[in-house]
């Protein structure tokens, strides 16, 4: 691209088609390392802005970032509703835009609905693989939606998982959940009955009471909590 041409718009499909876990995997790894290494990993990442969109339970997050290392300059603009404003549109949805850090040009306008379903959980299954639960024969998702996916593509790719359970307040779209993957996914009737047992839990859902006590988590077990 030349200084003066318009950002590239990359798709949702592109950019799925690009992260593939085996690879994502490595370089957030990295990416973690650097900004857990302070000045000598070359990041700068001030803590996100959120502002709040009261009257419609929303809000809109802005999320900068630059690596030094890997002469990167992104920012991710997110929007997320605590009640689904439709069937169609998800209640998180986010765009990447990526910058030329020596001028400030904007050289991609990305699709981050998809960074965000696949980057959140690689961080889940990063954080799990160097936390070692003392298993890894039982795996339990608290929730069905965007997040629960990503979670259960990575996690059953990332570790030997003998048992998966879902528990869902809606109970059809845990079925739904379970229905769309070819392994067995046991659908849970409580969150209690996901839990007890379980070796690594993962709580995906968008609730502002608690849904995992700890009096069910097994000791050693590992919590994601998002
Ligand atoms: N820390 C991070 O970087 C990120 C965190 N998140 C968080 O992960 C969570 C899940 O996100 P998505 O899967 O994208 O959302 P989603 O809207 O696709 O799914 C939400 C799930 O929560 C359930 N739910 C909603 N209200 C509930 C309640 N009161 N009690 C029990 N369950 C309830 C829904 O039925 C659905 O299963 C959200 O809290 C989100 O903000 C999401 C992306 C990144
Ligand atoms: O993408 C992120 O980062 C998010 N952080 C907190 C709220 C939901 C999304």
Redesign the pocket.
Known sequence: LRMNDPPVLIGADVVKKALQFEKLVPVLEKALADVSSGKEGGVVQPLRTMMSLEKYSGFLGIMPAYSSTDDILATKLLT?YQQ?TSSTI???QATVLLFDPSNGCLKAIMDGKVI??K??AA?SAIATKFLKPTNLEVLCI???????YSHYEIFTEMFPFKEVRVW???RK?AEAFADSFPGDIQVCSSAKEAVVGADVIVT??????P?LFGEWVKPGAHING?
């Not at 608290?142 to 997040?147: E, F, N, V, Y």
């Not at 995906?204 to 009471?209: H, I, L, N, P």
């Open positions: 997320f689904k998800p209640s998180h965000t379903d980057r959140t961080v608290l929730g069905s939606g965007a997040q629960a869902s307040r809606n779209s995906v859902t968008m609730a502002t009471e849904v998002m």
